[in-house]
């Protein structure tokens, strides 16, 4: 039955593309998607009329949903059958309040994916993020997995673009395998937009006085932008992509700032939250590889030194790494002992690989827990956590780390609103 729904959602969600003739803006990558979708419909907002995919509906039967603006049916096969009907109405006619631009991220479980979407969807502008060791377990290496994220913008046509993230190798290969006009965003001196001068702010009071502060220069013009309750300097990759995609599409860098001032960060992506006992939650828990928690435990390093405040980190296992789940815990193991923290507190089984690494490299085992669940680190760190102190949590979306986020929250009625679970 999900195969013969997938299919024909497919069939209708191409027709649909077909009718409307909406520019399709496509995102993918290992890390940052949903904060660059989120990024560039904040921009495009300001001048055309924007649809992205809501929640996690990113996949074969997510996008499809989303180019027909219709709701998933869950497991009931009635609704199924009366969304299809719906689609198949939907398909065959113009809306005329239908979206001008469609922002579309793809994602990439098993190889095929991507080819698979971009048939449903052929992009006129393709965006990729970073290259990481998510689904590694099912790829085999990350080089199959820019093989896979790569199809992106070889669907390309010659009138299309292609915006890549310069500061990653094996995104940046792949200006060679389109034959479309090629941007690129990054820290890099030669990229085209590029993020200078960076730096995080952070009041431990309220969630609001969180963000970072940068400079985007682009074409001999350069823009000051402030991103709110997120911090991190790879965070300012998301309002890159954002704007090289508003001049892709024929914005300047005013109309690009101002857009980006209503940047909201998707829950669980480095997103500043109030703790209990006044202190400040940093919640990265949708997903983690070895390199996006590396990326988020530089964010502690990073901060302003204060001798009265804890550097806290509660890092659950990091899952689907395949082959490299060994040596990415370890390596996860050696930058947490590094970055000055106060406590360390692991979840999960894997995580113990990256317990004695960190051990290994120095960091005080007096210092240092590990918990099977994430409801033991949720007290343990409630007990710990003193007014000021800056606590990061982050695992793989299937730690549920986000529950170790709701235990120290300030405002935990606002769970759903906030936390990455109530937005799956």
Known sequence: MRKFIQKQLAGHARRKILVQKPVVVAVTGSVGKSSAKQAMGAVLARKFKVGANEKNYNNEVGLPLTILRLPAGRRSYWKWLKILARAWWKSGRTEADYPQLLILEMAADHPGDIAYLTDIAPPDIAVVTAIGESHVENFGSIANVAKEKQVLVQRLGRDGVAILNHDDELVWAMREKTKAKVMSYGFHEEADVRAVEVSMH?????????????????????????????????????ALAATAVGLAKGMNLVEIAEGLRAYEPPPGRTRCLAGIKRTLLIDDTYNASPRSTKAALAILRDLPA???????????????????????????????????????????????????????????????????????????????????DIILIKGSRGMHMDKVTKELMAEPLRAAELLVEAHE
């Open 306 to 388: 204060d001798g009265e405040r804890q550097r806290i980190a509660a890092l659950g296992d990091m899952l689907e790494l395949g082959t490299l789940s060994v040596s990415g815990h370890e390596e996860v193991g050696r930058e947490a002992a590094g970055v000055g923290l106060d406590l360390l507190v692991l979840v999960g089984e894997r995580m113990g690989d990256a317990q004695s690494a960190a051990l290994a490299a120095g960091f005080p085992a007096d210092r240092l827990v590990h918990f099977s669940t994430t409801e033991e680190a949720g007290r343990f760190v409630q007990e710990k956590m003193k007014k000021g």
């Open 202 to 238: 952070y009041d431990v009071e309220s969630e609001d006085g969180c963000g970072l502060r940068l400079k985007i220069a682009a074409g001999g013009s350069t823009i000051p932008v402030f991103l709110p309750k997120v911090l991190g300097r790879h965070a300012a990759y998301a």
